[in-house]
């Protein structure tokens, strides 16, 4: 019997026999080749020696397993320099030696490794009749070749996280046809230009405004232009944006669910701004104290509320804060600072870990009062605090089955709870950003009060309104305009964003006036993060790599 058609074979091989039972299929396969050719020389034989049988998995067929039982013959080599005397006849059409998968088979595995995870198709597998080991199949990955070299002319660079906050990569993306070209184990120049020296024939390098990329094309191509991403330049500015808008936090608008009826004897809570000179400090310094400026604020209107005669409880549904954080507040002698870091503690873990098994004992012996919980480890020596040991308990509470609460139900509440808060710095950062005919009825009031709150608010609305007109509508010609008027602000945080600008000045003129966009990078990255989460975050460089560039 020759190969059917759902059981093609290479040509010279012949199905001897079929057996089946309820799991599988076992077909014999029988060679008639006259000769064969030896693997050390590459003479031909015709001389057997003797046979054996190889037994090779292949396709399912009907959804059962398929096994193939090869008769393979071995030759005398006759050629006087070989180092081989006796050698098994090969079929590559079918098999690689010594595999025990066909090559059809190894092709399917491979595209459901890389369509899912290796854990995931381990599982899946066996309903598809061709069960298989989650390490095998990652060796199977692993030996996926790289797609062949191709010239770039456009080049999208961005990075990626391979460790959130720790350790980050680079994805290169060829910008004409949106394919993945490599996947690159840092984000430094050091990293990045080795790659971009092998690719002299780049003309266009669309990337974000990190410096690594930016020198590394400046060192290694010279004559490629380079184009920021518009997305990015955006971005920068709503970031900037919100740091000037924490400043100014004071001028914020209030956003009322429900109108408060503010008591006529009632000062305004006091407000406090950021009198620091900013600019003379780095990044994390300006973080810092505008951070503590904030907590600061806070501060200040729960002592307001308390010294009123208003109740813990009121302050907190009032201002909308934790309990707890207005009884720290109220029962601190002064303003609460924050504790510098230590960095003793190792990355990972908690003060509560030492403590699971004792408490996980108690808990399954029925002691669930988290109150009394907490007294028994702080006695065994437990630092931390108890919100802490709450959180943990929670997630063991769930596991529990519901039980109906004692007592009589609570009553329902006769009016919905009044609630006020000033408008966020980071809420307020996309109404200035945002074209106003994208806004809503009421995000156009708060803008209103925003505009009307301060003359510095009113000039930083209008730069970015028109910056961001400028960049959708391509006029490159009138950024510099633009800057000198950034700068004449005298708006700490918008004069760094243009003088940011000016240093990348080539960059940023190239995303004004050509089409060129990182979008289809983002696009690859954000496809990347599934790939991480799909794999559990457990996947190493190598590996990613292959999914990335072979993708299904």
């Given at each position: 019997?020759?190969?059917?058609?759902?059981?093609?074979?290479?040509?010279?091989?012949?199905?001897?026999?079929?057996?089946?039972?309820?799991?599988?299929?076992?077909?014999?396969?029988?060679?008639?080749?006259?000769?064969?050719?030896?693997?050390?020389?590459?003479?031909?034989?015709?001389?057997?020696?003797?046979?054996?049988?190889?037994?090779?998995h292949d396709v399912p067929s009907g959804g059962r397993q398929v096994v193939l039982c090869l008769h393979v013959r071995k030759f005398f080599c006759l050629h006087l320099c070989c180092s081989r005397k006796v050698f098994a006849e090969r079929f590559p059409d079918l098999v690689q030696p010594w595999g025990r998968s066909s090559n059809r088979l190894l092709e399917v595995l491979k595209a459901i490794g890389l369509a899912a995870s290796a854990e995931v198709s381990e599982r899946l597998t066996p309903q598809l009749a061709m069960p298989v080991k989650s390490s095998t199949l990652l060796r199977y990955l692993r030996t996926i070749p790289d797609p062949p070299r191709t010239n770039v002319s456009s080049l999208g660079i961005d990075d990626f996280a391979l460790k959130r906050g720790d350790k980050y990569g680079t994805i290169l993306i060829n910008a004409l046809t949106g394919k993945p070209l490599d996947l690159l184990v840092d984000r430094t120049t050091e990293a990045v230009s080795p790659w971009l020296a092998s690719h002299p024939e780049i003309q266009v390098v669309s990337r974000d405004r990190a410096n690594g990329f930016a020198e590394a094309v400046s060192q290694v191509l010279p004559h490629a232009l380079q184009v920021a991403d518009r997305y990015h330049l955006v971005q920068n500015l709503r970031d900037h944006l919100q740091q000037f808008l924490d400043r100014k936090r004071t001028c914020l608008p209030f956003v009322e669910d429900t109108p408060v009826v503010q008591k006529e004897s009632s000062p305004s809570p006091p407000q406090t701004e950021v009198s620091t000179d900013l600019s003379n400090l780095i990044a994390p310094e300006r973080l810092k104290v505008i951070r503590r400026s904030k907590r600061l604020a806070w501060y200040e209107q729960v002592m307001a509320l308390h010294q009123e005669g208003m109740s813990q409880r009121e302050i907190a549904r009032h201002l909308q804060m934790s309990r707890n954080t207005v009884q720290h507040y109220v029962s601190s002698p002064g303003f609460p600072e924050r504790a510098e870091g230590t960095g003793q503690r190792p990355p990972g873990t908690s003060k509560l870990d030492p403590f699971l098994p004792y408490l996980r004992d108690l808990w399954d012996a029925g002691n669930h009062n988290s109150a009394h919980l907490f007294r028994l480890i702080k006695a065994r020596g437990y630092t931390g605090c108890e919100s802490m040991?709450?959180?943990?308990?929670?997630?063991?509470?769930?596991?529990?089955?519901?039980?109906?609460?004692?007592?009589?139900?609570?009553?329902?509440?006769?009016?919905?709870?009044?609630?006020?808060?000033?408008?966020?710095?980071?809420?307020?950062?996309?109404?200035?950003?945002?074209?106003?005919?994208?806004?809503?009825?009421?995000?156009?009031?708060?803008?209103?009060?925003?505009?009307?709150?301060?003359?510095?608010?009113?000039?930083?609305?209008?730069?970015?309104?028109?910056?961001?007109?400028?960049?959708?509508?391509?006029?490159?010609?009138?950024?510099?305009?633009?800057?000198?008027?950034?700068?004449?602000?005298r708006l700490t945080e918008l004069v760094r964003f243009a003088n940011g600008i000016s240093r990348d000045y080539a960059a940023v003129y190239a995303a004004f006036s050509r089409p060129e966009s990182n979008g289809i990078t983002e696009g690859h990255v954000n496809r990347l993060k599934f790939l991480k989460r799909q794999m559990f975050g457990r996947a190493n460089l190598d590996l990613l790599r292959i999914k990335v560039l072979h993708a299904v």
């Open positions: 019997m020759e190969g059917s058609p759902f059981l093609p074979l290479p040509e010279g091989l012949l199905i001897a026999s079929v057996e089946q039972t309820d799991p599988r299929l076992t077909v014999t396969v029988i060679s008639l080749r006259p000769e064969a050719i030896c693997p050390g020389c590459g003479y031909p034989s015709e001389h057997i020696h003797s046979q054996y049988r190889r037994i090779v040991l709450r959180e943990r308990l929670s997630e063991w509470r769930a596991e529990l089955p519901q039980q109906r609460r004692p007592g009589n139900p609570r009553k329902p509440r006769l009016f919905k709870q009044k609630k006020q808060r000033r408008l966020s710095s980071r809420a307020a950062s996309f109404l200035m950003i945002l074209p106003p005919e994208k806004l809503t009825i009421k995000q156009k009031h708060q803008l209103e009060q925003l505009s009307q709150a301060s003359s510095d608010l009113f000039m930083a609305y209008h730069l970015t309104q028109d910056f961001v007109n400028l960049l959708k509508e391509r006029q490159a010609q009138a950024l510099d305009h633009w800057l000198k008027c950034a700068k004449a602000s």
